[in-house]
């Protein structure tokens, strides 16, 4: 990793952003892409891998579950599938590291195996809830326990799971996958009911594998028993860290930031919607005939410097912009008026609380905001101050807090920024390339 646990980034203010970039590969479907080349009959390729913390330990875990990895290159896997029964003990706690995309998911693959299992994670995903997964998955008949509804999460293996008709009681696209991959060794037919619309890669790419996977309206459904089949996956650039360069665009790109091969999955595109209510010149340019194995379509997209004006979010947004939030808070800081989110409790409960640890920073930057139970309220419009910022450990915090640098009277410091190189390896790099004025301490 990139950095130890006391590592900082100083932004000079200012800068201009121009230029071209390729984001890394889509972390959602690299941890998806190996699960399901994990329990999948025959090989499966992956191209555009995302080679961060995140998706290395899914495929660590995958390695000590027994199924043959290799990365040729950084960013391309070969998977050699065990099928759905091929799995094997572990014989030590999984670590999930910083991911809980990757705990909850093998819950739901780890439930109906005919061993046992433990997960752990790191400081901040020890603390994160997994309830919400448990509970679904003990209607399927599941045995598993949890810590005071937190990890370790311990699994006695269970391979005579039945189906549910589960309605979410919180819109998660973590928790509808958990259930669905469950699903394909239950008796019956599993049916998972939204709330909301949240991210469909499962869904696709249990399709690309061969499973048949039904959508009545708001309800997924599959039937139990469905072999999967090895495919190749072509991962998009992840619309999550180009989000970090649409607001730099907004903020900084006077003559234009172009960003190459960008998934467009529309239940994640929320943030695109936003900006552009706010007023902020952003071009697609769809690819139209490479609908990419695996079902993704992506895009380049264009985005310049933009006059931004304050809105309120609308609420059906929220869920499709889910992991924005941070980013979103800095273009709010610098659009005029004011900007006002609702409905957004989920951000406390993702790597770290990101309602208060965004407002905490807006704070130290001298931007006027207020903390809702479900939201924040920010007025925006006034150049930013510097100072020093608490990412409280969380990648797009500090990432956030970085693109904040261009719109700064002063420096910005970022602490505790490690775990960037969760879902953005190299993010320096392409900040620096693309024109922002930083440095890693
Ligand atoms: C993810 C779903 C979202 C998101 C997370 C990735 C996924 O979490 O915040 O970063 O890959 O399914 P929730 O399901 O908790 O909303």
């Not at 008796?187 to 594998?209: N, Q, S």
């Not at 998934?263 to 706010?278: A, D, K, S, Y």
């Not at 420096?411 to 505790?416: C, K, L, M, P």
Request: with cysteine; aromatic share 4%; net charge neutral.
């Amino acid at each position: 990793m990139a950095g130890g646990a006391g590592a900082r980034y100083r932004i000079e203010p200012g800068g201009d952003i121009a230029g071209e970039l390729t984001v890394p590969g889509d972390k959602s479907i690299s941890h998806r892409a190996l699960m399901l080349g994990g329990i999948a009959e025959g090989n499966t390729q992956i191209a555009g891998f995302l080679a961060g913390e995140d998706c290395l330990a899914t495929m660590r875990a995958l390695q000590a579950l027994g199924v043959l990895i290799e990365r040729p290159q950084p960013q391309t896997v070969r998977i050699s599938g065990r099928g759905l029964e091929g799995l094997r003990a572990a014989g030590a706690p999984l670590d999930m590291g910083n991911a809980g995309t990757a705990m909850r998911l093998f819950m739901g693959l780890l439930a109906p195996q005919a061993f046992d299992s433990t997960l752990i994670g790191d400081e901040s995903l020890m603390r994160r809830p997994m309830e919400r997964v448990a509970a679904p998955l003990r209607l399927m008949g599941a045995d598993i326990r949890t810590r005071e509804g937190r990890p370790p999460v311990e699994i006695r293996g269970a391979p005579r799971l039945r189906a549910i008709d589960y309605a979410l009681p919180v819109a998660s696209a973590q928790v509808k996958s958990a259930v669905l991959l469950a699903g394909l060794r239950a008796y019956g037919r599993t049916r998972v009911t939204e709330p909301a619309p949240t991210r469909d890669h499962t869904e696709r790419m249990l399709r690309a594998f061969g499973v048949e996977v039904l959508r009545e309206g708001e309800t997924v459904a599959l039937e139990g028993g469905q072999r999967l089949t090895g495919t190749s996956v072509a991962v998009p650039a992840d619309f999550s860290s180009a989000a970090f360069f649409l607001v730099a665009g907004c903020l900084a790109a006077q003559r234009g930031l172009l960003l190459r091969n960008v998934g467009i999955n529309p239940t994640r595109t929320g943030l695109l919607e936003m900006l552009q209510l706010m007023g902020a010149q952003i071009r697609v340019h769809a690819h139209r005939q490479d609908v990419l194995p695996g079902g993704e379509p992506v895009a380049d997209i264009e985005v310049r410097k933009s006059r931004l004006k304050g809105i309120r979010v609308p609420q059906s947004l929220v869920p499709l912009a889910i992991d924005e939030f941070p980013v979103f808070f800095i273009a709010a800081a610098m659009a005029e008026g004011e900007t006002l989110v609702r409905g957004a409790l989920e951000l406390r409960v993702k790597e770290t609380d990101r309602l208060a640890a965004m407002a905490q920073g807006l704070t130290v930057l001298g931007v006027e905001n207020q903390l809702l139970e479900d939201g924040l309220w920010i007025r925006g419009g006034s150049r930013l101050g510097g100072g020093t910022i608490e990412s409280h450990g969380d990648h797009r915090i500090a990432m956030a807090f970085a693109v904040a640098g261009l719109a700064a009277g002063s420096a910005i410091e970022i602490r505790d920024v490690a775990n960037v190189a969760t879902s953005f390896p190299g993010f320096l790099e392409i900040a620096r390339s693309a024109g922002l004025q930083i440095e890693m301490q």
